[in-house]
């Protein structure tokens, strides 16, 4: 099953003022993860299969994944460009 993606609008503000190159590399995170975000991502600190990190090319993602309501939120995007 296809999990939802969420994004608070000041996550989303820093998504839009990226480059275009980190902006591409966060929608391959995000759309690999669509399907089964624990096997695509790594754990954040303790592995409780809730706080994930994806990670492409210039930047990182922390996610948190909500099994029963299939979301996937993501709340910080890293970038090192």
């Known amino acids: 099953m296809t999990y939802r993606l969420r994004l608070d609008p000041t996550v989303h503000g820093i998504y839009a003022a990226l480059p ?3 902006r591409r590399d ?4 995000l759309l690999d993860a669509m399907n089964d975000p624990i096997s695509h991502s790594t754990p954040y ?3 409780d299969g809730v706080m994930r990190v994806l990670a492409h090319g210039s930047v ?3 996610i948190l994944v909500g099994e029963p309501t299939k979301t996937i939120t993501v ?3 890293g970038y090192a460009g």
């Open 20 to 22: 275009e190159d980190a």
């Open 26 to 29: 966060i929608a391959v995170c």
């Open 45 to 47: 600190g303790i592995d």
């Open 60 to 62: 990182t993602i922390a």
């Open 75 to 77: 709340v910080q995007i």
